[in-house]
Structures are given as C-alpha cells and as structure tokens.
C-alpha cells in the first residue's frame, strides 16, 4: 500500500532489492522502520516526522533525568536492535552514546550538526562543558528535526518524501513558535533568568536574555554555598523577581535562594528532558510546555503583556 506515486521501473527495482535482501514480497504490509531516540525532544522529533511509517523507542523513561541515564537490558536490546538511533551526541548521554556504539545499524549524532545563534557550531563550545539543551531554542529544534529526517531518509529511502514532508510542518511549526518568542520576549522589564540548572542558555542567548543557574549545564544536588551567595546578591542588585526550578529536581535550593535575595518567587520551567507522569497525564507534549514556559519567563521579566 504505498501512499507516493514511483515509476514502475523503481517498484520492480524495489522488489528486486527487497527480494534479494530476503524483505518479503513487493506489496506485503512492511513493518514499520524500528526507531531508537536518545530522550523526550529527540523521540518527539521522530515521532512527528516519521508519522505512521515509525516506531519510536524512547529509551529515557518518564520522569527519569536523562543527563545520567543508566540504561536497564530492555532498553539496551530496543536500542541494539533499532534500525535507526539518535541521540544528542558529545557525551550529553554517556551511557547511551556508548552502548550505541555497539549498534550494527547506523546511529545519528544531533549535536555535531547544528549552529547556534552566532553562527557557531553548538559541538565546537568548550568553556564548562558542552550546553546538550538545543530543545528550548525553537531555532535549533527545527535544525535537528532537518537531522532527524534526514537519519530516517537513509535508513528508509522509500519514505523520503513523507518524512520530508512531515518535517516541513513541523518546522512550520517551530518558526511558528520561534516568532512568538521573539515577540514575547521584547521590551521586557528585566533581562536576567536565575534558574536552578542552566538549562536556558540557547534561548536567552537567542532572545536576548542572560541566565545565571545555581548549577551548571547538569543538575547537581548539592549547590556551592557560595555560588548561592552572589546569585541572591546578583538578584537584588536586578531586581529580579523569580527563582526558576523545574519538576525533576529538589525544589529546596530554589526556595532557599529565593528567600536569602528578600522573598521572591519561585516558578517551574520544564527543561523538557523528559515529560513527568504529570504532564504525560495532562497530554502535554513539546509545544504546550514550550508556550507554558514562555508565559513564565515573560511574566517573571516583566514583559508587555501579550496583544
Ligand atoms: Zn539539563
């Protein structure tokens, strides 16, 4: 049942092909192109584009914390045993990025690809460690849905145009939402994020913001006293009125420097590396929690309403 008009030529070559390697007939159902993705965004991606033609593995559970996912035998197989992998690349996964290497099929590194909001190769940065989350920045996550389709594209030639397609919508999409960042975030009254883990640095870099996290680009449980210090004086001294902390991680450093900068708020933001239970329940998915997170960081910067 195929869905594309191809030349008679190209469907008996098919079937040579398919023959050959031993895939069945021409015109029996095919199986769907076995798809292992890293974490939430990554399967997200896949999942729009290859649509009905895929089935995606997302080999980080819900709720788990993907940066040190440790993965179970059952995932390992799904992951050995896709036809395709993706995953972010440049150790963001280390586990993960190393049991793929055991892949007999191809697997496709994200991060190497993509170009930041100067133009730089996001794998090129070196100072503290390699920022994975090229997610929140609508911009880079419409490059690595390009990545995505064209990882589906050589793994399964035959669907290249319904992945090229599903890929231009979402794209759509994605310039979409880039635009409404970009509107939200102008004119606001403060350009500072104070975050828990610094999950945000492509999208203020992108919208002209600045964000200081009490950990770097990995969460880390057990904040520097000092670090906690100069981010509640660096609080006061902008006027900052919010202290972000995500669902994953121990809501207490939060609290704690939101209360030594003088009683500010504290705000959830999603780093959207895995979805909670919660969200999973509330059917959220990549936009919803992208537009969510964006009504935050506009109200905690004191940004004109929305028109
Ligand atoms: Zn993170």
Redesign the pocket.
Same mark, same amino acid.
């Given at each position: 049942m195929r869905r594309r008009r191809v030349p008679l030529v190209a469907l008996l070559i098919a079937a040579a092909v398919g023959s050959t390697l031993g895939a069945g007939p021409a015109g029996a159902a095919r199986s769907k192109l076995s798809v292992a993705a890293a974490f939430y965004p990554v399967a997200f991606a896949a999942q729009r584009v290859g649509g009905a033609r895929v089935d995606v593995t997302n080999l980080t559970p819900v709720g788990a914390?993907?940066?040190d996912l440790e993965l179970d035998s059952d995932q390992l197989d799904r992951l050995l045993d896709a036809k395709v992998a993706f995953v972010l690349g440049s150790d963001f996964q280390p586990a993960v990025e190393s049991a793929a290497d055991r892949r007999d099929g191809p697997t496709v590194e994200l991060l190497p690809e993509l170009v930041d909001a100067r133009g730089k190769k996001v794998a090129d940065e070196g100072e503290g460690g390699l920022d *994975?989350?090229v997610w929140l920045d609508p911009v880079l996550m419409s490059q690595l849905v390009g990545e995505v389709e064209r990882g589906l594209a050589a793994a399964d030639p035959r669907d290249s145009a319904t992945y090229e397609k599903n890929a231009q919508a979402l794209q759509d999409q994605l310039a979409a939402l880039d635009a409404r960042y970009r509107a939200r975030l102008t004119g606001c009254a403060r350009n500072l994020l104070v975050t828990s883990?610094?999950?945000f640095g492509y999208v203020a870099s992108r919208y002209g913001l600045r964000q200081e996290g009490v950990a770097g680009?990995? *969460?880390d449980p057990e904040p520097d006293p000092k670090r906690l210090g100069e981010l509640a004086q660096l609080a006061r001294d902008h006027g900052v009125t919010t202290v972000f902390t995500e669902e994953a991680v121990s809501p207490r450093v939060a609290q704690t420097l939101a209360r030594d900068a003088g009683g500010l708020e504290t705000e959830v933001l999603s *780093?959207l590396?895995s979805l909670t239970t919660k969200e999973r329940a509330a059917k959220a998915g990549y936009f919803t929690l992208m537009n969510a997170n964006l009504d935050k960081i506009a109200n905690a910067l004191g940004c004109p309403p929305r028109s």
């Open positions: 914390e993907p940066h *994975p989350h883990h610094e999950a680009i990995s *969460p *780093p590396e």
